[in-house]
């Protein structure tokens, strides 16, 4: 079950115990998109000198553990007193779990209003092919050296097991197919969303404001876009084709809904449209990756405007590194920049990301409408490739 993924975050009982106005509510939230550079957006954030960090970043509770109380979740930050002591005006986690689902949405809105929002979205295509290398190729490879698998040895080499493993084209294609039928208009992304939570306390007046302005329907991406489990060869309908066609790949890894959400996880506007719904417009922003690398600091100042901080010059912070590049487990593993500059490469990432020229074409122009209507919502443009301009 998805909870062996996400242990329980370890908080004394004692600390649980406490009333609840010996706790600081966070005062905002990172919530998500994975891939995208949380970790290090949330670093950034508490090396500003007013900032205290929670206990850990992800600590998911909107999502797997909203059955305990509030009183559990406020545990996990700064008490009251050390918060006084130390002079902070703000505490807040980086949960990437909390973008893609409307319930979590409206679970926060409904228990901490007035909460700050912020959303990590970096270029579509860089992301999805993140997420393959690190929520399906790694995954796999470290199951099938275990050598469970009927006909593929273990403990090999890792380039012994790349041919018993899909391509990042082919997984991109089976995804591209059904997410074309699901964000049809009148498409069973709107349909099923709106089966799904039109009709919930919360839903109701979501969709009667919509309906009223005249506004396009809301789409429940994670929710209705991808098929059930078939089989262990074939663990999502998606991938049935592929798996009749290349029969002797692998396919079950951990974490399907990541490995499922290549692309879907890359469309941010879908699950954004959620919160845009809940939650006033000015308190919620939108940062692209790729501006994080400004050594100056100034984008994360302007992050820090928007929470209400008093300027700080975050250049100190920034150049430290990375956090969490590249697969490294844990939230606190730091890149620096010069070995990051190993990661330039990421502007050569591109060439290398392996797809053909007509596919990358495809790509693309799918990105670019999804793109634009992000844009559009969030107020302000990123510096992305897939702005529709293929090479």
């Known amino acids: 079950g998805k909870l062996r993924y996400h242990p329980r975050p370890l908080v004394s009982k004692d600390r649980q115990d406490k009333p609840l106005n010996d706790y600081c509510r966070p005062g905002f939230l990172i919530i998500g998109q994975g891939k995208c550079g949380t970790s290090s957006l949330y670093h950034y954030i508490v090396g500003h000198p007013r900032v205290l960090p929670a206990s850990e970043k992800q600590i998911h509770y909107f999502k797997y553990y909203s059955t305990h109380p509030m009183r559990w979740y406020l545990s996990h930050f700064p008490s009251a007193t050390t918060y006084l002591a130390s002079g902070a005006l703000m505490t807040g986690e980086a949960s990437p779990g909390y973008l893609p689902y409307p319930d979590v949405v409206a679970l926060v809105a409904n228990r ?3 909460t700050k929002i912020i959303c990590v979205g970096r270029d579509p295509l860089d992301r999805s092919y993140s997420s393959y290398r690190y929520n399906y190729i790694n995954p796999a490879i470290e199951k099938l050296k275990k050598g469970h698998e009927r006909g593929i040895l273990g403990k090999q080499p890792d380039e012994y097991y790349q041919q018993f493993l899909f391509s990042f084209e082919d997984m991109m294609r089976a995804e591209l197919k059904i997410l074309r039928r699901c964000l049809a208009p009148n498409g069973p992304g709107e349909l099923g969303a709106r089966r799904q939570w039109a009709s919930t306390t919360w839903g109701r007046s979501v969709y009667e404001q919509r309906s009223r302005q005249n506004r396009s329907m809301l789409v429940d991406l994670d929710g209705q876009c991808y098929g059930g489990f078939v089989s262990s060869k074939v663990p999502r309908i998606q991938w049935a084709e592929l798996a009749a066609q290349q029969p002797g790949k692998f396919l079950n890894v951990h974490n ?9 996880r890359s469309l941010y506007t879908y699950p954004l449209e959620w919160w845009y719904a809940l939650f006033p417009k ?14 100056s600091g100034d984008p994360i100042n302007e992050v820090g405007k928007f929470l209400g901080l008093p300027s700080f010059n975050f250049s100190g912070v920034v150049s430290e590194g990375m956090y969490n590049v590249g697969g490294h487990k844990g939230y606190d593993h730091v890149t620096t920049w010069d070995q990051a500059h190993a990661e330039q490469e990421q502007k050569e990432e591109k060439k290398r990301i392996p797809i053909s020229d007509e596919f990358r074409k495809e790509l693309m122009e799918f990105f670019k409408p999804h793109n634009e209507r992000l844009f559009e919502l969030v107020g302000r443009r990123c510096n992305w490739e897939t702005l529709g301009d293929a090479p």
């Open 112 to 114: 901490m209003p007035g």
């Open 256 to 264: 399907l809904h990541l490995s499922q959400a290549m692309i879907g």
């Open 282 to 295: 000015e308190d919620i922003y939108f940062v692209c990756t790729e501006e994080m690398k400004d050594k």
